[in-house]
Protein backbone atom coordinates (compact mmCIF):
# COMPACT_ATOMS: atom_id res chain seq x y z
CA UNK A 1 0.00 0.00 0.00
CA UNK A 2 1.64 3.44 -0.94
CA UNK A 3 2.16 6.03 1.32
CA UNK A 4 -0.45 8.81 1.72
CA UNK A 5 0.28 12.28 3.26
CA UNK A 6 -2.45 13.35 5.65
CA UNK A 7 -2.94 17.44 6.70
CA UNK A 8 -4.95 18.08 9.62
CA UNK A 9 -6.04 21.47 10.13
CA UNK A 10 -7.16 22.38 13.77
CA UNK A 11 -9.25 25.60 14.87
CA UNK A 12 -10.66 24.16 18.02
CA UNK A 13 -8.93 22.88 20.81
CA UNK A 14 -11.64 20.62 21.97
CA UNK A 15 -11.25 18.63 18.63
CA UNK A 16 -7.55 18.08 19.72
CA UNK A 17 -7.95 14.92 21.19
CA UNK A 18 -10.02 12.97 18.60
CA UNK A 19 -7.33 14.53 16.04
CA UNK A 20 -4.40 12.99 17.93
CA UNK A 21 -6.51 9.66 17.89
CA UNK A 22 -6.53 9.75 14.18
CA UNK A 23 -3.57 10.88 13.25
CA UNK A 24 -1.86 8.26 15.33
CA UNK A 25 -3.83 5.45 13.77
CA UNK A 26 -2.79 6.77 10.76
CA UNK A 27 1.01 6.97 11.64
CA UNK A 28 0.64 3.46 12.72
CA UNK A 29 -0.25 2.54 8.69
CA UNK A 30 3.22 4.45 7.77
CA UNK A 31 1.62 7.16 6.34
CA UNK A 32 2.73 10.75 6.96
CA UNK A 33 1.15 13.55 8.77
CA UNK A 34 1.59 17.09 9.67
CA UNK A 35 -1.46 19.09 12.18
CA UNK A 36 -1.55 22.71 12.19
CA UNK A 37 -3.09 24.48 14.78
CA UNK A 38 -4.62 27.96 13.76
CA UNK A 39 -7.15 30.24 16.03
CA UNK A 40 -8.75 28.36 19.15
CA UNK A 41 -6.76 25.39 18.10
CA UNK A 42 -2.97 26.45 18.44
CA UNK A 43 -4.07 27.10 22.41
CA UNK A 44 -3.04 23.59 22.79
CA UNK A 45 0.82 24.14 21.59
CA UNK A 46 1.11 26.43 25.11
CA UNK A 47 2.27 24.12 28.18
CA UNK A 48 -0.23 25.82 30.27
CA UNK A 49 -2.86 25.03 28.57
CA UNK A 50 -2.10 21.40 28.47
CA UNK A 51 -2.15 21.23 32.29
CA UNK A 52 -5.64 23.29 32.49
CA UNK A 53 -7.00 20.74 30.37
CA UNK A 54 -5.65 17.78 32.09
CA UNK A 55 -6.80 19.00 35.54
CA UNK A 56 -10.62 20.35 33.95
CA UNK A 57 -10.86 17.87 31.54
CA UNK A 58 -9.27 14.65 32.76
CA UNK A 59 -7.48 14.64 29.69
CA UNK A 60 -3.92 13.97 29.55
CA UNK A 61 -3.32 15.70 25.90
CA UNK A 62 0.51 16.40 26.89
CA UNK A 63 1.02 12.45 26.43
CA UNK A 64 -0.86 11.78 23.89
CA UNK A 65 0.73 15.00 22.05
CA UNK A 66 4.24 13.47 23.11
CA UNK A 67 3.36 10.31 21.19
CA UNK A 68 2.77 11.89 17.77
CA UNK A 69 5.63 14.05 18.03
CA UNK A 70 7.55 10.48 18.96
CA UNK A 71 6.28 8.96 15.89
CA UNK A 72 7.07 11.55 13.56
CA UNK A 73 3.88 13.58 13.32
CA UNK A 74 4.63 17.58 12.64
CA UNK A 75 3.27 20.07 14.64
CA UNK A 76 2.84 23.39 13.50
CA UNK A 77 1.45 26.32 14.81
CA UNK A 78 -0.03 29.26 13.55
CA UNK A 79 2.94 32.04 13.67
CA UNK A 80 0.10 35.08 13.82
CA UNK A 81 -1.73 33.16 16.56
CA UNK A 82 0.88 31.83 18.31
CA UNK A 83 3.02 34.77 18.21
CA UNK A 84 -0.29 36.83 19.83
CA UNK A 85 -0.74 34.40 22.66
CA UNK A 86 0.94 36.27 25.78
CA UNK A 87 3.48 33.93 27.74
CA UNK A 88 3.37 31.27 25.37
CA UNK A 89 5.03 28.16 27.03
CA UNK A 90 5.36 26.60 23.48
CA UNK A 91 5.65 22.86 23.58
CA UNK A 92 8.69 21.10 22.23
CA UNK A 93 8.75 19.56 18.97
CA UNK A 94 6.46 21.92 17.46
CA UNK A 95 7.36 24.42 15.16
CA UNK A 96 5.81 27.79 14.00
CA UNK A 97 5.20 28.44 10.31
CA UNK A 98 2.84 31.07 8.54
CA UNK A 99 0.30 30.48 5.37
CA UNK A 100 3.09 29.50 3.18
CA UNK A 101 4.07 26.72 4.67
CA UNK A 102 0.72 24.92 5.41
CA UNK A 103 0.15 25.75 1.33
CA UNK A 104 3.22 24.06 0.53
CA UNK A 105 2.19 21.04 2.83
CA UNK A 106 -1.16 20.92 1.86
CA UNK A 107 -0.70 21.25 -1.85
CA UNK A 108 1.77 18.18 -1.99
CA UNK A 109 -1.01 15.97 0.75
CA UNK A 110 -3.28 13.33 -0.18
CA UNK A 111 -5.84 14.24 2.12
CA UNK A 112 -6.42 17.86 4.08
CA UNK A 113 -9.01 17.39 6.79
CA UNK A 114 -10.32 20.15 8.87
CA UNK A 115 -11.32 20.44 12.31
Known sequence: MAKKKFVYFVSLSSNVPYVLKKALKNVEEENEVSIFFDLDGARVLDKRY???????????LQKMMQQALDK????????????????????EGAELSGVATFLETAYQADAVLTY
Request: hydrophobic letters at 50%; a negative charge; charged letters at 25%.
Open 72 to 91: GIKFFGCQMNVLIADGLELV
Open 50 to 60: LKIMERTHNID
